[in-house]
Structure formats: C-alpha cells, structure tokens
C-alpha cells in the first residue's frame, strides 16, 4: 500500500539516529522544540522530541544553551506565521555566538513553496526545513547537519505517507493524543490545512487500538482522538471502517478515562457517530463542533457543505437526553463579503445554541486559498469591532453557564499546583472547564469530584468533595 511509508525508509532512519547517538551520547547535548499551532502539531512535537532523544539529546526549556533548536509552525492565521518568524529570527543570535548549532523549522508553515524559500534566502542560519510529512526523516537531517552537510530544505511531499512506530516522549503522564488520520480533503475556502497537511489518510484500527490500550494500560485519563475531520476516518482504508466503529471499538477497552475527538466535521457527523458518543460516559460529557458562521449564504462560500439546519440538528441530537454535555465551537468573524446580516445571524445562532465557550477568530487571508482572492474583503476595523461583539456576547453566555454550575459537584482531572497560588490547585472538567479548589495533597493526574462554590467567565472555583 503507498499509504505507509516502507520499513526499509524507517530502518534507515533507526540507523541515523544510532550513528547520531554513537556521535553525540553521553556528551551533555542539549535539544529546544517550540511548537505552534494546534493538537496535531502538539502530537507531532511529541514524536520530534521522542526521536532527538533517542538520538542522544536531552530536552531543555532554555533555548539559549540548546545545541539542536527545532520550531514547529502553523500557518493557520498570519499571526502563527509571524510569531515563528519572530522566534526564528531569535535563533540567529545562538548560531553567531555557536555556530556547531543546529537549527530546525518544521510543521504547517513550512510546507509552503514561498515560505521555504523565505526560509532559505531570508535566514542563513536555518540548516533545514521539512513539512509535516516528512517528520520522520528528522533523524537524517540532523545527522546530515551535524556531519556539515548542506542546507537543505525538504520539498513537500504531494502523499505524504504514515509512519508507524515513531518514538513518542509524551508531554504529560495523563492526557494523551492519539493521532486517527493525518491530512483534510474538504478545503474549506479560508483554509490553508489541506495545502500543508495533503489528502486524508487514516491509521489502521489496529495500530489505533493497540495505542489507546497500551495508553490506559499506562494510566492516561484523557485520550484525544486526532485528525483533520475524524468523522471520515477509516473512508480511505482497503477495509472500510467508519469512526463509529472505532468508537465501538475502543468502548471494550476497559478503565477509567475520557475519550475526545477532535476535530469532527458536521458534514459527515452520522447518527450512528452521535450515537456511539452518547452511548458512553466517556464521551458524553462534551462534544466540539465547529460552526464558522451561521449564514447559510457564508457556510455555502466557504464550502462548509452544511446549512443551519443540518447543523442545529446535530446540536439537538447531541443534547436530546443528554442535556448536561459541554458544547464548544469555532467561529470565523469576518470572513469576505459577510454582511452586518451574516453577523448578526452568526450572534443569534451563538445565542441559541448557548455554547460552553467558543474559540472565535478574525478571519486572515491564507495565500492560495480561494477565499484570499474573493471580493469584498472586510476591512480591519470591521473584523475587529465584529470580533469583540461577538466577545462580549459570548462571555456573557459562559458566565451565565458557569454560574449555573455554583452548588453542583463536578468531576475533575487534576493538572497541578495553580502558578500563581501555591495552594491551590488547577483541574479541568470533562468538557474542558477550568476548575480551581484548595488541597494539602497533590492529586495530579487524578480524578476528583468539586463541589462549585464561585464561577466566572473563564474560571470555576469550587471545594474538593
Ligand atoms: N479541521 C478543523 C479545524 C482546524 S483549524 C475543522 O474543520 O473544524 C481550527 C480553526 O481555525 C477552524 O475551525 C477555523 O475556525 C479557524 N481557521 C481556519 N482557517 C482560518 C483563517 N484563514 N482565518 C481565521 N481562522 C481560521
Ligand atoms: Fe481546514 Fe476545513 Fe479541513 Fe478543517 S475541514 S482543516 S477548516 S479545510
Ligand atoms: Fe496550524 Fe497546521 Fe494545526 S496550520 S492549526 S498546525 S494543522
């Protein structure tokens, strides 16, 4: 199957990264990975790091004694673009003061032709840039940098391909992201992801099974199930197999732990998919689906392939005898040619469906994107006096959702001592609230049950029961 990539490449990757450990073991070399941008980008940093410390490296937070500095990009809106150009353009300071330091930049943004060349002409010191699909080859291009090769900025691959079996050096001990499928077919017109991540291709169920139950077998308590749009997930296998069905799959799974997907499509949201997240506490009690506007006349330009009344649909599905679910959604404001009507429509559909939260954006022109090129772009004004209407109405909302919950026990996952208050601690509710309460002990990683005492937009605060 070309889908995967062969166990003839991942072996000589094996031996770049023995050579690279037989070069550098043992000598105090030291790694910084940034990363930018979403869950999946998260994932993929935690299989750089998995792979840089298997080469030898030890990872470090201070970027100034690194001797191997990798920067993971998005390019999902102009400011990730401009924040990795930021920190890359920090790097040239380590490389003049050391110049046997190896620097990296990686992920979405530098998947893009015009980027690359940025890369190559603007900033001399970057030894090499790679896309998303090409991850696994990190061993080879930092051997080949270290032995002073010569620059080298990989071309983006037109099928990319999986790779299975790459280290992993997960970030937490408790929350984990099990990547599903890799890539988008839907090219939504503002969006830049299916340009930089290629088609869909999804894992084996086995290869997802066998992840998800060595993770619970281990004691993760929150598993995130990743991809582009999970709802398609399995259409591109030699076996058809459906998210459901994965779903199905993973309820055999004995143990105690949240599962998540993210992110699901409306498109493609099947009954049977609500179903099967209805039919477990492990995935009732939150679900996120992205809406982007609620003009119908926006939805059809932006070719989200749903209407208003598809998607309030899935929303009463979701809610009917579940009605304590946390939703949560993604809006675009500003996208070309919205009228004050297509944002009014969007603050009535907010109004009604009464979100948990909502992770809006002001609508950025990606280069390449048919939406980039539409007529009637919306004026910077326009966008941001939207964008903070929209703020305020939503804000209201979750307050008055938080507040509700004053007098309720919730059950928590534990994150740890809060930064700023070394009694107390922070948690995280199944739908993704932030829940703060005092404690003598360190339960992190645990389940608790907390009892709200006091809410705000953002936060709750509570007692630990
Ligand atoms: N695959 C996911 C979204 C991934 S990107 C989905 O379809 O739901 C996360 C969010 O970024 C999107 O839901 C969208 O709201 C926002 N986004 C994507 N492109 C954008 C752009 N050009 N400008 C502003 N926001 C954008
Ligand atoms: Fe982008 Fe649309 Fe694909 Fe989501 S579904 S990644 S918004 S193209
Ligand atoms: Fe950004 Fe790439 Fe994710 S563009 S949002 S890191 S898929």
């Known amino acids: 199957m070309g889908n995967f990539v062969s166990a003839s490449e991942l072996k000589t990757q094996n031996e770049y990264i023995k050579k690279t450990a037989a070069l550098i073991g043992g000598r105090g070399k030291r790694a910084f990975v940034f990363t930018l941008g979403c869950q999946q980008n998260e994932a993929d940093s935690e299989k750089i790091v998995g792979m840089l410390t298997q080469m030898g490296y030890t990872m470090t ?6 001797d191997v500095l990798i920067v993971n990009t998005c390019a999902i809106r102009e400011h990730a673009e401009k924040r990795a150009l930021s920190i890359v353009g920090r790097f040239k300071h380590y490389k003049a003061k050391n110049p046997d330091v190896i620097i990296g930049v990686c992920g979405c943004m530098t998947a893009q032709e015009h980027r690359r060349e940025h890369f190559k002409r603007s900033y001399h010191y970057v030894n090499f840039t790679f896309g998303t699909g090409a991850l696994h080859r990190l061993p080879e291009f930092i051997y080949n940098a270290l032995m002073g090769g010569k620059r080298y900025f990989d071309k983006d691959a037109q099928t990319p391909e999986i790779a299975e079996g790459i280290e992993i050096t997960r970030a937490s001990t408790y929350r984990a992201w099990v990547s599903i499928m890799y890539g988008c077919n839907n090219f939504c017109t503002y969006c830049i992801v299916p340009y930089v991540r290629g088609r869909e291709r ?4 086995e290869d997802v ?3 998800v139950k060595d993770l619970v077998k281990r004691g993760y308590r929150e598993i995130t199930l990743l991809g582009q749009n999970v709802n398609s997930y399995g259409k591109d296998l030699p076996e058809k197999t459906s998210i459901s069905e994965l779903l ?3 309820s055999k799974i ?4 949240w599962l998540h997907l993210m992110t ?3 498109k493609d949201a ?3 998919m609500i179903e099967a997240i209805k039919d477990s506490p492990r995935t009732s009690g939150h679900f996120h689906l992205p809406l982007q506007s609620g003009s119908d006349e926006i939805l059809t330009k932006m070719n989200r392939h749903y209407d208003l009344e598809k998607y309030l649909g899935i929303i009463n599905k979701l809610r009917k005898d579940n009605e304590n679910i946390t939703l949560t959604t993604d809006i675009i404001v500003g996208f070309p040619g919205e009228s004050d009507e297509d944002f009014e429509k969007t603050l009535d559909v907010i109004k009604k469906v009464r979100y948990d939260s909502v992770f809006s954006f002001i609508y950025s022109p990606r280069k390449g994107t048919p939406a980039a090129s539409m007529e009637n772009q919306i004026p910077e004004e326009i966008k941001h006096t939207r964008y903070d209407e929209f703020c305020r109405v939503q804000n209201d909302i979750s307050k008055e959702i938080n507040e509700s919950l004053i007098g309720k026990t919730v059950r928590v996952l534990v994150d740890g001592k809060s930064k700023s208050n070394e009694q107390v601690y922070t948690s995280r509710t199944q739908g993704n609230k932030i829940v703060h309460f005092e404690c003598d002990k360190d339960l992190t990683g645990n389940f608790i049950n907390v009892k709200i005492t006091r809410a705000d937009t953002f936060n709750l605060f509570g007692e630990i029961i």
């Open 264 to 266: 699901s499509h409306p």
């Open 254 to 257: 004995e143990g105690d732990f």
């Open 209 to 211: 099974i066998a992840e």
């Open 202 to 205: 999804s894992r084996k169920m």
């Open 270 to 272: 099947s009954s049977e």
């Open 61 to 66: 937070d201070n970027e100034e004694i690194a």
């Open 248 to 250: 199905h799959e993973i």
